[in-house]
């Protein structure tokens, strides 16, 4: 693999999706729903999640969606509280959420660095909590380039974010890399004439992103070896 430009998903890419997300989902469902049990069931039916089991459903809109959409899952079932109110609890609880790392990123993100690359963020979540995230794990300085759904490019699987990226730098986007968890990131690489490289530390199984991808790892650590 030849490139000049590395574009990382968050969740599930550099954050173990059900590590990370688990517990912050199932207290998001308390705290919106109290101690109506009908109404917990409703929405985590409607976001995908399982509670009895913590885990998240493939299908989940908090693996590739975003919290507008979420938000718009859970408003009908909820009383005296607006969608803007939903969508500002989920953003200020996100940004507070115990981050559990793939694998230690700071060592790694720095070799990629010392490469000359650039190294970009493109996710569906807030681009508030992407910022907030990435300093909170030390490793927003490898970072040239950070978006979110409401950064006005679009979201995944719309190409347009990483065309963005692209475009930025003056890189073809055959010389970049889209690394992500999801058939989202998979989708949107293929769309912008990008490298594909799914990986296994979301909730997709291999089956899943083979056939989408040019290459899918277990986690981001083998990356390094496909670099000329």
């Not at 997300?21 to 469902?29: E, G, K, R, Y």
């Not at 299908?59 to 507008?68: D, H, R």
């Not at 493109?122 to 992407?130: C, P, Q, Y």
């Not at 692209?166 to 889209?178: G, T, W």
Request: hydrophobic share 45%; glycine share 6%; proline share 4%.
């Amino acid at each position: 693999m030849d490139v000049d430009g590395i574009l990382f998903d968050k969740d599930g890419t550099l954050f173990d999706f059900h590590r990370t997300w688990s517990s912050w989902t199932s207290d998001a469902i308390d705290y919106l729903c109290r101690n109506n049990l009908s109404k917990k069931e409703l929405i985590a039916e409607a976001l995908g999640y399982d509670p009895k089991n913590q885990t998240f459903l493939k299908s989940s809109l908090l693996i590739a969606g975003t919290a507008e959409q979420a938000a718009d899952n859970i408003v009908p079932f909820l009383d005296n509280i607006s969608k803007y109110e939903i969508e500002e609890y989920l953003l200020s609880s996100a940004k507070r959420v115990k981050l559990i790392e793939v694998i230690p990123l700071e060592r790694f993100l720095k070799n990629l660095y010392s490469k000359g690359l650039k190294i970009g963020l493109v996710t569906n979540d807030f681009e508030a909590v992407a910022h907030a995230h990435l300093k909170a794990s030390g490793i927003h300085k490898y970072f040239d380039f950070i978006v979110g759904f409401d950064s006005g490019f679009g979201i995944k699987p719309d190409p347009k974010p990483l065309m963005a990226f692209a475009e930025q730098f003056s890189i073809l986007p055959h010389r970049v890399a889209m690394v992500g968890d999801s058939t989202h990131d998979m989708f949107a690489a293929e769309k912008a004439g990008m490298y594909k490289i799914g990986v296994l530390t979301g909730l997709a199984s291999y089956s899943d992103l083979a056939p989408y991808s040019d290459v899918v790892f277990d986690n981001i650590s083998k990356i390094e070896g496909l670099l000329n």
